[in-house]
Protein backbone atom coordinates (compact mmCIF):
# COMPACT_ATOMS: atom_id res chain seq x y z
CA UNK A 1 0.00 0.00 0.00
CA UNK A 2 2.53 2.73 0.78
CA UNK A 3 4.57 1.44 -2.50
CA UNK A 4 1.26 2.29 -4.41
CA UNK A 5 0.16 5.81 -2.29
CA UNK A 6 3.96 6.80 -3.20
CA UNK A 7 4.08 6.08 -6.76
CA UNK A 8 2.49 9.13 -8.16
CA UNK A 9 4.75 11.41 -6.12
CA UNK A 10 7.96 9.44 -7.05
CA UNK A 11 6.31 9.62 -10.55
CA UNK A 12 5.85 13.28 -10.59
CA UNK A 13 9.61 13.98 -9.63
CA UNK A 14 10.65 11.45 -12.48
CA UNK A 15 8.85 13.66 -14.96
CA UNK A 16 9.52 16.60 -13.88
CA UNK A 17 13.50 15.65 -13.81
CA UNK A 18 13.72 14.05 -17.43
CA UNK A 19 15.06 16.23 -19.78
CA UNK A 20 12.73 18.47 -21.50
CA UNK A 21 13.45 17.51 -24.77
CA UNK A 22 11.94 13.73 -24.07
CA UNK A 23 8.50 15.16 -23.05
CA UNK A 24 5.99 14.65 -25.66
CA UNK A 25 3.24 17.31 -25.69
CA UNK A 26 0.10 16.97 -28.23
CA UNK A 27 -1.75 20.22 -28.72
CA UNK A 28 -5.33 20.67 -30.59
CA UNK A 29 -8.25 23.21 -30.94
CA UNK A 30 -11.74 22.62 -30.46
CA UNK A 31 -12.92 24.06 -33.45
CA UNK A 32 -16.36 24.51 -31.14
CA UNK A 33 -14.87 26.78 -28.96
CA UNK A 34 -12.20 28.64 -31.18
CA UNK A 35 -13.94 31.95 -31.87
CA UNK A 36 -10.81 33.41 -33.79
CA UNK A 37 -9.51 35.44 -30.40
CA UNK A 38 -5.83 35.40 -32.07
CA UNK A 39 -3.80 35.11 -28.61
CA UNK A 40 -2.66 31.70 -29.40
CA UNK A 41 -0.87 32.82 -32.38
CA UNK A 42 0.48 36.01 -31.08
CA UNK A 43 2.25 33.89 -27.98
CA UNK A 44 2.91 30.92 -30.11
CA UNK A 45 2.93 32.00 -33.88
CA UNK A 46 4.97 29.10 -34.69
CA UNK A 47 2.09 26.62 -33.42
CA UNK A 48 -0.76 28.01 -34.73
CA UNK A 49 -2.03 28.85 -37.59
CA UNK A 50 -4.96 31.49 -38.56
CA UNK A 51 -7.70 31.11 -40.80
CA UNK A 52 -7.74 34.08 -43.44
CA UNK A 53 -11.57 33.77 -43.19
CA UNK A 54 -11.90 34.25 -39.89
CA UNK A 55 -9.13 33.91 -37.75
CA UNK A 56 -10.46 30.85 -36.22
CA UNK A 57 -6.79 28.66 -34.73
CA UNK A 58 -5.83 25.06 -35.86
CA UNK A 59 -2.17 23.80 -34.31
CA UNK A 60 0.43 23.59 -36.73
CA UNK A 61 0.89 19.99 -36.23
CA UNK A 62 -0.53 18.04 -33.12
CA UNK A 63 3.09 16.93 -31.50
CA UNK A 64 4.72 20.40 -29.81
CA UNK A 65 8.41 20.37 -30.65
CA UNK A 66 10.24 21.20 -27.68
CA UNK A 67 11.21 24.31 -27.88
CA UNK A 68 7.65 25.49 -28.76
CA UNK A 69 6.27 23.65 -25.63
CA UNK A 70 6.60 26.17 -22.95
CA UNK A 71 4.81 28.93 -25.69
CA UNK A 72 2.06 26.28 -26.50
CA UNK A 73 1.29 26.18 -22.35
CA UNK A 74 1.06 29.90 -22.16
CA UNK A 75 -0.95 29.83 -25.32
CA UNK A 76 -3.67 27.42 -24.00
CA UNK A 77 -3.28 29.09 -20.85
CA UNK A 78 -4.28 32.61 -21.90
CA UNK A 79 -7.44 31.20 -24.58
CA UNK A 80 -9.98 33.65 -23.09
CA UNK A 81 -12.33 30.35 -24.82
CA UNK A 82 -10.53 27.75 -23.28
CA UNK A 83 -10.11 25.89 -26.26
CA UNK A 84 -6.92 24.55 -26.61
CA UNK A 85 -6.19 21.48 -25.37
CA UNK A 86 -2.94 19.88 -24.50
CA UNK A 87 -2.22 16.38 -23.22
CA UNK A 88 1.33 15.64 -22.04
CA UNK B 1 -25.17 50.84 -3.57
CA UNK B 2 -25.02 47.53 -0.83
CA UNK B 3 -25.79 43.84 -0.63
CA UNK B 4 -28.62 42.66 0.70
CA UNK B 5 -28.48 38.95 1.67
CA UNK B 6 -32.23 39.10 3.13
CA UNK B 7 -34.97 36.56 1.78
CA UNK B 8 -37.36 39.51 0.73
CA UNK B 9 -38.76 39.34 -2.46
CA UNK B 10 -37.77 42.16 -5.62
CA UNK B 11 -39.77 40.25 -8.19
CA UNK B 12 -42.84 41.66 -9.86
CA UNK B 13 -45.00 38.90 -8.27
CA UNK B 14 -44.76 39.78 -5.38
CA UNK B 15 -43.88 36.40 -3.80
CA UNK B 16 -40.73 35.36 -1.49
CA UNK B 17 -37.83 34.57 -4.62
CA UNK B 18 -35.02 32.43 -3.23
CA UNK B 19 -33.82 31.90 -6.68
CA UNK B 20 -32.69 36.11 -5.73
CA UNK B 21 -31.50 36.20 -2.22
CA UNK B 22 -28.29 37.45 -3.04
CA UNK B 23 -29.68 40.90 -4.06
CA UNK B 24 -27.32 44.17 -4.71
CA UNK B 25 -28.55 47.16 -6.08
CA UNK B 26 -26.48 47.85 -9.14
CA UNK B 27 -26.78 51.01 -11.06
CA UNK B 28 -23.82 51.44 -13.25
CA UNK B 29 -24.84 54.44 -14.94
CA UNK B 30 -24.17 56.68 -11.85
CA UNK B 31 -20.97 58.37 -11.22
CA UNK B 32 -20.41 56.36 -8.22
CA UNK B 33 -19.98 53.00 -10.12
CA UNK B 34 -17.31 54.43 -11.41
CA UNK B 35 -15.51 55.89 -8.70
CA UNK B 36 -16.21 53.03 -6.72
CA UNK B 37 -15.79 50.26 -9.52
CA UNK B 38 -13.03 48.50 -7.69
CA UNK B 39 -14.23 48.50 -4.36
CA UNK B 40 -17.78 47.57 -6.13
CA UNK B 41 -16.33 44.77 -8.07
CA UNK B 42 -14.48 43.12 -5.26
CA UNK B 43 -17.19 43.14 -2.45
CA UNK B 44 -20.04 41.54 -5.39
CA UNK B 45 -17.30 38.74 -6.50
CA UNK B 46 -16.76 37.93 -2.84
CA UNK B 47 -20.26 38.35 -1.96
CA UNK B 48 -22.83 37.22 -4.85
CA UNK B 49 -21.22 37.35 -8.35
CA UNK B 50 -24.14 36.36 -9.40
CA UNK B 51 -26.25 38.80 -8.50
CA UNK B 52 -29.70 40.06 -8.96
CA UNK B 53 -30.45 43.40 -9.17
CA UNK B 54 -33.80 45.36 -8.57
CA UNK B 55 -32.80 48.36 -10.88
CA UNK B 56 -34.20 49.01 -14.69
CA UNK B 57 -37.12 46.78 -13.46
CA UNK B 58 -34.54 44.12 -12.00
CA UNK B 59 -31.74 41.85 -13.85
CA UNK B 60 -29.41 39.46 -13.22
CA UNK B 61 -25.43 40.81 -13.11
CA UNK B 62 -22.80 38.23 -13.65
CA UNK B 63 -19.57 39.79 -11.63
CA UNK B 64 -16.96 37.10 -11.77
CA UNK B 65 -15.07 35.40 -14.17
CA UNK B 66 -16.79 31.51 -13.97
CA UNK B 67 -20.21 33.29 -14.58
CA UNK B 68 -19.24 35.52 -17.32
CA UNK B 69 -17.85 32.69 -19.07
CA UNK B 70 -20.67 30.66 -19.15
CA UNK B 71 -23.56 32.52 -19.83
CA UNK B 72 -21.50 34.56 -22.56
CA UNK B 73 -21.88 30.75 -23.74
CA UNK B 74 -24.56 29.52 -22.98
CA UNK B 75 -27.60 28.63 -25.97
CA UNK B 76 -30.57 30.12 -23.92
CA UNK B 77 -29.11 33.14 -23.23
CA UNK B 78 -30.16 35.77 -26.32
CA UNK B 79 -29.19 38.68 -27.72
CA UNK B 80 -31.86 38.97 -29.86
CA UNK B 81 -33.59 42.91 -30.09
CA UNK B 82 -37.35 42.48 -30.64
CA UNK B 83 -38.16 46.42 -31.91
CA UNK B 84 -41.87 45.68 -31.01
CA UNK B 85 -40.99 45.54 -27.49
CA UNK B 86 -44.17 43.32 -27.04
CA UNK B 87 -41.62 40.20 -25.53
CA UNK B 88 -38.71 40.70 -22.98
CA UNK B 89 -36.28 40.79 -25.75
CA UNK B 90 -34.46 44.12 -25.76
CA UNK B 91 -31.11 43.38 -27.10
CA UNK B 92 -27.85 44.65 -25.25
CA UNK B 93 -28.64 47.72 -23.80
CA UNK B 94 -30.10 47.96 -19.89
CA UNK B 95 -32.53 49.55 -19.49
CA UNK B 96 -33.68 50.05 -23.22
CA UNK B 97 -32.73 53.18 -25.01
CA UNK B 98 -35.10 55.99 -24.54
CA UNK B 99 -34.81 57.01 -27.61
CA UNK B 100 -36.92 55.55 -30.21
CA UNK B 101 -35.38 52.00 -31.72
CA UNK B 102 -35.79 51.82 -35.62
CA UNK B 103 -33.38 49.16 -35.89
CA UNK B 104 -31.53 45.96 -33.89
CA UNK B 105 -27.95 46.69 -33.27
CA UNK B 106 -27.24 44.30 -36.47
CA UNK B 107 -25.33 41.18 -35.58
CA UNK B 108 -24.69 42.14 -31.85
CA UNK B 109 -28.87 42.07 -31.59
CA UNK B 110 -29.11 38.54 -33.54
CA UNK B 111 -29.03 35.58 -32.09
CA UNK B 112 -27.94 31.67 -34.45
CA UNK B 113 -28.79 31.07 -36.94
CA UNK B 114 -29.18 34.57 -38.38
CA UNK B 115 -25.99 36.17 -36.59
CA UNK B 116 -23.76 33.51 -38.78
CA UNK B 117 -25.09 34.35 -41.13
CA UNK B 118 -24.36 37.99 -41.31
CA UNK B 119 -20.82 37.86 -39.43
CA UNK B 120 -20.03 35.52 -42.62
CA UNK B 121 -20.48 37.92 -44.65
CA UNK B 122 -18.46 40.40 -43.13
CA UNK B 123 -15.57 38.49 -41.30
CA UNK B 124 -13.54 38.01 -44.65
CA UNK B 125 -12.88 42.13 -44.19
CA UNK B 126 -12.51 42.13 -40.55
CA UNK B 127 -10.18 38.82 -39.82
CA UNK B 128 -6.29 39.16 -39.21
CA UNK B 129 -5.27 38.34 -42.56
CA UNK B 130 -7.48 40.59 -44.02
CA UNK B 131 -6.92 43.94 -41.45
CA UNK B 132 -2.87 43.29 -42.12
CA UNK B 133 -3.56 44.63 -45.66
CA UNK B 134 -4.37 47.78 -44.04
CA UNK B 135 -1.48 48.46 -41.85
CA UNK B 136 0.39 50.81 -44.09
CA UNK B 137 -3.31 52.51 -44.53
CA UNK B 138 -3.10 52.93 -40.94
CA UNK B 139 -0.02 53.98 -40.57
CA UNK B 140 -0.31 56.69 -42.87
CA UNK B 141 -3.23 58.12 -41.08
CA UNK B 142 -1.47 58.35 -37.60
CA UNK B 143 1.59 60.37 -39.19
CA UNK B 144 -0.97 62.71 -40.66
CA UNK B 145 -2.76 63.14 -37.70
CA UNK B 146 0.34 64.03 -35.76
CA UNK B 147 2.21 65.79 -37.94
CA UNK B 148 -0.83 68.41 -37.86
CA UNK B 149 0.42 69.00 -34.43
CA UNK B 150 4.04 68.15 -34.52
CA UNK B 151 5.28 71.37 -34.66
CA UNK B 152 3.71 73.22 -32.01
CA UNK B 153 4.59 70.77 -28.96
CA UNK B 154 0.78 70.02 -27.85
CA UNK B 155 -1.79 67.75 -28.74
CA UNK B 156 -5.22 66.27 -27.73
CA UNK B 157 -4.71 62.26 -28.13
CA UNK B 158 -8.76 62.17 -28.24
CA UNK B 159 -9.72 65.13 -30.13
CA UNK B 160 -6.47 65.18 -32.64
CA UNK B 161 -5.35 61.56 -32.93
CA UNK B 162 -7.75 58.73 -31.34
CA UNK B 163 -11.20 59.98 -33.00
CA UNK B 164 -9.43 60.71 -35.82
CA UNK B 165 -7.48 57.27 -37.00
CA UNK B 166 -10.41 54.56 -35.97
CA UNK B 167 -12.60 56.90 -38.00
CA UNK B 168 -11.18 57.38 -41.27
CA UNK B 169 -9.64 53.64 -41.40
CA UNK B 170 -13.34 52.62 -40.62
CA UNK B 171 -14.80 54.81 -43.38
CA UNK B 172 -12.57 53.44 -45.68
CA UNK B 173 -13.12 49.73 -45.23
CA UNK B 174 -17.25 50.29 -45.34
CA UNK B 175 -16.42 52.24 -48.82
CA UNK B 176 -17.73 55.34 -47.71
CA UNK B 177 -16.04 58.65 -48.66
CA UNK B 178 -13.09 59.60 -46.35
CA UNK B 179 -13.39 63.20 -46.33
CA UNK B 180 -17.02 62.40 -44.49
CA UNK B 181 -15.11 60.98 -41.11
CA UNK B 182 -16.08 64.31 -39.17
CA UNK B 183 -19.63 64.14 -39.86
CA UNK B 184 -19.50 60.48 -38.62
CA UNK B 185 -17.14 60.80 -35.73
CA UNK B 186 -18.59 63.41 -34.15
CA UNK B 187 -22.13 61.89 -33.50
CA UNK B 188 -20.91 58.94 -32.68
CA UNK B 189 -18.78 59.86 -30.07
CA UNK B 190 -20.91 62.34 -28.69
CA UNK B 191 -23.95 60.06 -28.52
CA UNK B 192 -21.91 58.03 -26.34
CA UNK B 193 -20.68 60.91 -23.57
CA UNK B 194 -23.98 62.76 -24.01
CA UNK B 195 -26.56 62.49 -21.40
CA UNK B 196 -30.06 62.06 -22.98
CA UNK B 197 -31.16 65.17 -20.78
CA UNK B 198 -28.17 67.15 -21.42
CA UNK B 199 -28.92 70.70 -22.89
CA UNK B 200 -26.47 69.44 -26.29
CA UNK B 201 -28.78 66.30 -26.70
CA UNK B 202 -30.79 67.79 -29.46
CA UNK B 203 -28.14 68.95 -31.37
CA UNK B 204 -25.85 65.34 -30.76
CA UNK B 205 -29.17 63.70 -31.77
CA UNK B 206 -29.47 66.53 -35.17
CA UNK B 207 -25.58 64.99 -35.95
CA UNK B 208 -26.78 61.70 -35.04
CA UNK B 209 -29.84 62.34 -37.57
CA UNK B 210 -27.78 63.25 -40.68
CA UNK B 211 -25.09 60.79 -40.23
CA UNK B 212 -27.95 58.22 -40.86
CA UNK B 213 -29.15 59.67 -43.73
CA UNK B 214 -26.08 59.79 -45.24
CA UNK B 215 -25.54 56.03 -44.63
CA UNK B 216 -28.99 55.36 -46.38
CA UNK B 217 -27.16 57.86 -49.04
CA UNK B 218 -24.20 55.79 -49.20
CA UNK B 219 -26.33 52.24 -48.66
CA UNK B 220 -28.88 53.32 -51.95
CA UNK B 221 -25.04 54.51 -54.25
CA UNK B 222 -23.74 51.47 -53.85
CA UNK B 223 -26.35 49.65 -55.20
CA UNK B 224 -26.84 51.21 -58.17
CA UNK B 225 -22.93 51.11 -58.59
CA UNK B 226 -21.34 48.83 -56.74
CA UNK B 227 -17.92 49.61 -54.88
CA UNK B 228 -15.93 47.27 -52.35
CA UNK B 229 -16.45 47.16 -48.82
CA UNK B 230 -18.69 46.27 -45.83
CA UNK B 231 -21.45 47.99 -46.85
CA UNK B 232 -21.23 46.16 -50.18
CA UNK B 233 -20.44 42.96 -48.60
CA UNK B 234 -24.56 43.42 -46.58
CA UNK B 235 -26.18 44.39 -50.15
CA UNK B 236 -24.39 41.61 -51.43
CA UNK B 237 -25.29 38.83 -48.99
CA UNK B 238 -28.14 36.38 -50.21
CA UNK B 239 -30.34 35.11 -47.23
CA UNK B 240 -32.35 31.78 -48.64
CA UNK B 241 -31.98 33.73 -51.74
CA UNK B 242 -33.50 37.17 -50.77
CA UNK B 243 -31.27 40.34 -50.22
CA UNK B 244 -30.97 41.30 -46.38
CA UNK B 245 -33.92 44.00 -45.49
CA UNK B 246 -32.46 47.13 -45.45
CA UNK B 247 -32.95 47.88 -41.94
CA UNK B 248 -30.72 44.78 -40.83
CA UNK B 249 -28.19 46.44 -43.30
CA UNK B 250 -27.91 50.06 -41.66
CA UNK B 251 -28.29 48.20 -37.78
CA UNK B 252 -25.42 46.64 -39.15
CA UNK B 253 -23.65 49.47 -40.58
CA UNK B 254 -24.51 51.40 -37.23
CA UNK B 255 -22.73 48.64 -35.51
CA UNK B 256 -19.82 48.77 -36.91
CA UNK B 257 -19.48 52.23 -36.75
CA UNK B 258 -20.68 52.38 -32.71
CA UNK B 259 -18.17 49.45 -32.03
CA UNK B 260 -15.42 50.54 -34.18
CA UNK B 261 -14.95 54.34 -33.17
CA UNK B 262 -15.32 55.01 -29.73
CA UNK B 263 -13.99 51.84 -28.05
CA UNK B 264 -10.83 51.92 -29.60
CA UNK B 265 -10.50 55.51 -28.79
CA UNK B 266 -11.58 54.79 -25.28
CA UNK B 267 -8.36 52.40 -24.89
CA UNK B 268 -5.97 54.73 -26.72
CA UNK B 269 -6.60 57.58 -24.75
CA UNK B 270 -5.99 55.51 -21.16
CA UNK B 271 -3.48 54.12 -21.98
CA UNK B 272 -1.74 56.87 -23.31
CA UNK B 273 -2.35 58.52 -20.11
CA UNK B 274 -1.43 55.45 -18.04
CA UNK B 275 2.17 55.63 -19.86
CA UNK B 276 1.97 59.51 -18.88
CA UNK B 277 1.76 58.73 -15.27
CA UNK B 278 4.37 55.68 -15.62
CA UNK B 279 6.98 57.18 -17.50
CA UNK B 280 9.53 54.02 -16.71
CA UNK B 281 7.00 51.67 -18.04
CA UNK B 282 6.81 53.79 -20.94
CA UNK B 283 10.51 54.15 -21.48
CA UNK B 284 10.44 50.26 -21.06
CA UNK B 285 7.36 49.94 -23.84
CA UNK B 286 9.31 51.62 -26.06
CA UNK B 287 12.47 49.81 -25.89
CA UNK B 288 10.78 46.15 -25.90
CA UNK B 289 8.66 46.80 -27.96
CA UNK B 290 9.56 43.60 -30.08
CA UNK B 291 8.54 41.41 -27.41
CA UNK B 292 6.00 43.52 -24.99
CA UNK B 293 3.84 45.45 -27.60
CA UNK B 294 1.40 42.62 -28.40
CA UNK B 295 1.46 41.58 -24.34
CA UNK B 296 0.78 45.16 -23.57
CA UNK B 297 -1.59 45.53 -26.01
CA UNK B 298 -3.77 42.79 -24.13
CA UNK B 299 -3.30 44.04 -20.63
CA UNK B 300 -4.38 47.51 -21.64
CA UNK B 301 -7.33 45.77 -22.88
CA UNK B 302 -8.36 43.94 -19.99
CA UNK B 303 -7.36 46.83 -17.88
CA UNK B 304 -9.53 49.62 -19.18
CA UNK B 305 -11.83 47.18 -20.95
CA UNK B 306 -13.54 49.87 -22.91
CA UNK B 307 -16.55 48.47 -23.91
CA UNK B 308 -17.78 47.42 -20.21
CA UNK B 309 -20.34 44.46 -21.05
CA UNK B 310 -23.50 43.82 -22.34
CA UNK B 311 -27.41 42.59 -22.01
CA UNK B 312 -28.89 39.61 -22.31
CA UNK B 313 -32.16 37.92 -21.98
CA UNK B 314 -33.08 34.38 -20.85
CA UNK B 315 -35.15 32.76 -23.31
CA UNK B 316 -35.65 29.80 -21.86
CA UNK B 317 -35.29 28.34 -18.18
CA UNK B 318 -32.11 27.60 -17.30
CA UNK B 319 -29.73 26.53 -13.84
CA UNK B 320 -26.22 27.98 -14.46
CA UNK B 321 -23.50 27.67 -11.60
CA UNK B 322 -26.29 26.60 -8.93
CA UNK B 323 -28.37 29.27 -10.01
CA UNK B 324 -31.75 28.95 -11.51
CA UNK B 325 -33.15 31.64 -14.26
CA UNK B 326 -36.45 31.68 -15.75
CA UNK B 327 -37.28 32.53 -19.52
CA UNK B 328 -37.60 36.41 -20.30
CA UNK B 329 -35.29 37.43 -17.38
CA UNK B 330 -32.81 40.06 -18.39
CA UNK B 331 -29.39 39.91 -17.45
CA UNK B 332 -25.93 42.46 -17.14
CA UNK B 333 -22.52 40.18 -18.28
CA UNK B 334 -20.05 42.85 -17.24
CA UNK B 335 -16.72 41.93 -19.12
CA UNK B 336 -14.92 44.91 -17.14
CA UNK B 337 -16.07 43.33 -13.73
CA UNK B 338 -14.52 39.39 -14.91
CA UNK B 339 -11.69 41.24 -16.30
CA UNK B 340 -10.70 41.85 -12.36
CA UNK B 341 -11.63 38.71 -11.58
CA UNK B 342 -8.64 37.54 -8.40
CA UNK B 343 -9.59 33.54 -9.41
CA UNK B 344 -7.93 34.24 -13.02
CA UNK B 345 -5.62 37.21 -12.92
CA UNK B 346 -3.35 37.69 -10.38
CA UNK B 347 -3.43 40.95 -8.64
CA UNK B 348 -6.48 41.91 -11.15
CA UNK B 349 -5.94 45.97 -9.82
CA UNK B 350 -2.60 46.19 -11.16
CA UNK B 351 -1.81 47.09 -14.77
CA UNK B 352 1.40 44.64 -15.47
CA UNK B 353 2.21 45.11 -19.06
CA UNK B 354 3.46 41.54 -19.74
CA UNK B 355 0.95 39.68 -17.79
CA UNK B 356 0.77 36.00 -18.48
CA UNK B 357 -2.25 33.71 -18.90
CA UNK B 358 -3.93 36.78 -19.57
CA UNK B 359 -7.18 35.21 -20.66
CA UNK B 360 -9.53 38.90 -20.93
CA UNK B 361 -13.12 39.53 -22.07
CA UNK B 362 -12.58 43.12 -23.29
CA UNK B 363 -13.99 41.58 -26.40
CA UNK B 364 -16.64 39.23 -25.30
CA UNK B 365 -16.76 35.87 -25.11
CA UNK B 366 -18.41 33.26 -27.18
CA UNK B 367 -19.62 33.51 -30.62
CA UNK B 368 -20.59 37.25 -30.08
CA UNK B 369 -16.58 38.11 -30.01
CA UNK B 370 -16.19 41.60 -31.36
CA UNK B 371 -16.10 41.12 -34.91
CA UNK B 372 -13.44 44.80 -35.02
CA UNK B 373 -10.66 42.72 -32.61
CA UNK B 374 -8.17 42.88 -35.16
CA UNK B 375 -9.07 46.29 -36.45
CA UNK B 376 -8.65 47.64 -32.87
CA UNK B 377 -5.50 45.67 -32.11
CA UNK B 378 -4.07 46.76 -35.26
CA UNK B 379 -4.87 50.82 -34.86
CA UNK B 380 -4.03 50.44 -31.15
CA UNK B 381 -0.72 49.27 -31.86
CA UNK B 382 0.09 51.79 -34.94
CA UNK B 383 -0.97 55.13 -32.55
CA UNK B 384 1.01 53.82 -29.60
CA UNK B 385 3.91 53.11 -31.54
CA UNK B 386 3.99 56.40 -33.52
CA UNK B 387 3.20 58.48 -30.51
CA UNK B 388 6.36 56.96 -28.73
CA UNK B 389 8.62 57.53 -31.96
CA UNK B 390 7.63 61.19 -32.19
CA UNK B 391 6.47 62.42 -29.09
CA UNK B 392 8.42 60.02 -26.64
CA UNK B 393 8.34 63.01 -24.05
CA UNK B 394 5.21 64.13 -23.48
CA UNK B 395 2.89 64.87 -21.04
CA UNK B 396 -0.60 64.59 -20.32
CA UNK B 397 -2.39 67.60 -18.72
CA UNK B 398 -4.41 65.56 -15.96
CA UNK B 399 -6.00 69.28 -15.42
CA UNK B 400 -7.48 68.53 -19.09
CA UNK B 401 -8.29 65.07 -19.31
CA UNK B 402 -11.73 64.72 -19.35
CA UNK B 403 -13.25 61.02 -18.48
CA UNK B 404 -17.30 60.15 -19.44
CA UNK B 405 -19.09 60.68 -16.62
CA UNK B 406 -19.88 57.23 -15.85
CA UNK B 407 -18.45 53.88 -17.78
CA UNK B 408 -22.31 52.16 -18.26
CA UNK B 409 -22.09 51.84 -22.05
CA UNK B 410 -18.32 52.53 -22.54
CA UNK B 411 -15.38 53.26 -20.61
CA UNK B 412 -14.11 56.79 -22.74
CA UNK B 413 -12.84 59.51 -22.81
CA UNK B 414 -13.41 63.35 -24.34
CA UNK B 415 -10.27 65.23 -23.83
CA UNK B 416 -6.50 64.21 -23.00
CA UNK B 417 -5.07 67.36 -23.64
CA UNK B 418 -0.72 66.88 -24.04
CA UNK B 419 2.08 68.69 -24.21
CA UNK B 420 6.00 67.34 -25.94
CA UNK B 421 8.96 68.70 -27.54
CA UNK B 422 8.16 70.02 -31.31
CA UNK B 423 9.99 68.79 -34.11
CA UNK B 424 9.18 68.59 -38.15
CA UNK B 425 6.64 67.24 -39.42
CA UNK B 426 7.22 64.10 -41.98
CA UNK B 427 4.53 64.95 -44.14
CA UNK B 428 1.15 66.84 -45.70
CA UNK B 429 -1.06 67.01 -43.06
CA UNK B 430 -4.73 65.62 -42.93
CA UNK B 431 -6.37 66.96 -45.35
CA UNK B 432 -3.76 66.72 -48.47
CA UNK B 433 -3.15 63.03 -47.13
CA UNK B 434 -6.93 62.18 -47.33
CA UNK B 435 -7.27 62.92 -50.72
CA UNK B 436 -4.47 60.92 -51.57
CA UNK B 437 -5.66 57.90 -49.20
CA UNK B 438 -8.65 58.30 -50.94
CA UNK B 439 -6.88 57.77 -54.58
CA UNK B 440 -5.31 54.95 -53.21
CA UNK B 441 -8.88 53.51 -51.83
CA UNK B 442 -10.60 53.86 -55.23
CA UNK B 443 -7.39 52.64 -57.69
CA UNK B 444 -6.22 49.93 -55.41
CA UNK B 445 -9.68 49.00 -53.66
CA UNK B 446 -8.16 47.60 -50.56
CA UNK B 447 -11.67 47.26 -49.20
CA UNK B 448 -12.09 44.49 -51.19
CA UNK B 449 -12.76 40.93 -48.98
CA UNK B 450 -9.57 38.70 -48.33
CA UNK B 451 -10.81 36.41 -50.33
CA UNK B 452 -10.62 38.29 -53.63
CA UNK B 453 -7.55 40.24 -52.37
CA UNK B 454 -4.79 39.35 -50.63
CA UNK B 455 -2.31 42.53 -51.24
CA UNK B 456 -1.25 45.48 -48.73
CA UNK B 457 -2.14 49.08 -49.41
CA UNK B 458 1.23 50.47 -50.98
CA UNK B 459 1.52 53.87 -50.32
CA UNK B 460 2.76 55.51 -53.56
Redo the contacts between chains.
Keep these: MRFVHDFPRLARVFVHKSPRKGVRVKVSVDGQRCQGHTLCSMIAPDSFVLSDIDGSSSPVSEDVPADQQDAVREAAHSCPEQAILIEE | MSVDDSLTDTGPDGASDDRKKNTFYFDRHTSEYREQFEEITSEMQSKCPMAWSPTYNGHWVAADSKHV?ELA?CPVVSNHHDLTGETPYQGITIPKAQRATVVRGGILEMDEPEHSTYRGAL??YL????IKRWKPFVDEIVRAAIDEKIESGRIDFVDDLANVVPAVLTLAMMGIKLDKWLAYSEPTHLSVSTPEHAPEAARVAEMSREMGIDMINNMMEIRENPRPGLVNALLQLRIDGEPAPDLEILGNLGLIIGGGFDTTTALTAHALEWLSQNPQERERLSRDRETLL?QAT?EFLRFFTPAPGDGRTFSGDVEVEGTQFKEGERLWISWAMANRDPEVFEEPNELIMDR??????S?G???H?CVG??VARTVFKSMVTAVLDRMPDYVCDPAGAEHYDTIGVIQGMKHLPATFTPSKPLGPGLDETLVKLQRICDEQLPARP??EH?DEVVID
Excluded: L, W
Excluded at chain 2, 356 to 361: A, E, Q, S, T, Y
Design positions: FRNPSPAADEKGNRHFFIGVRSNITK
